[in-house]
């Protein structure tokens, strides 16, 4: 199972990105897939998720500038962020709870991360 972010890169303050974040392989199922970040220095933390009934979590501190949201075919993620600030720099990694076949278990995986900037 590989999971793969694409969308990073260098941002004005006050602008947008679009994440993307698609897993391939050997996938029976996925149940909740999202992202978190780890700027430099800091613990990794969420940033948002959404399950396969399309129920949301979120970082409180993200304050609504931030959306998360599943493609058609559900092994997609997508985080749109808006109103970035410089604070909002880190890698931002997808995550996805995923079993493999039908009597395995559920088991985390994660992206390789994409760097996000915000800076004028």
């Known amino acids: 199972v590989q999971l793969v972010e694409s969308g990073g890169g260098l941002v004005q303050p006050g602008g947008s990105l679009r994440l993307s974040c698609v897993a391939s392989g050997r996938i029976f199922g996925i149940d909740t897939m999202g992202w978190y970040r780890q700027a430099p220095g800091k613990q990794r933390e969420l940033v948002a998720t959404?399950?396969?009934?399309?129920?949301?979590n979120s970082a409180d501190s993200l304050e609504g500038r931030f959306t998360v949201s599943r493609g058609s075919t559900k092994n997609t993620v997508y985080l749109q962020m808006n109103a970035l600030r410089p604070e909002d720099t880190a890698v931002y990694y997808c995550h996805a709870r995923i079993q493999r076949y039908l009597d395995d278990g559920w088991f985390n995986y994660w992206g390789q991360g994409t760097l996000v900037t915000v800076s004028s």
């Open positions: 959404i399950d396969d009934r399309g129920r949301l």
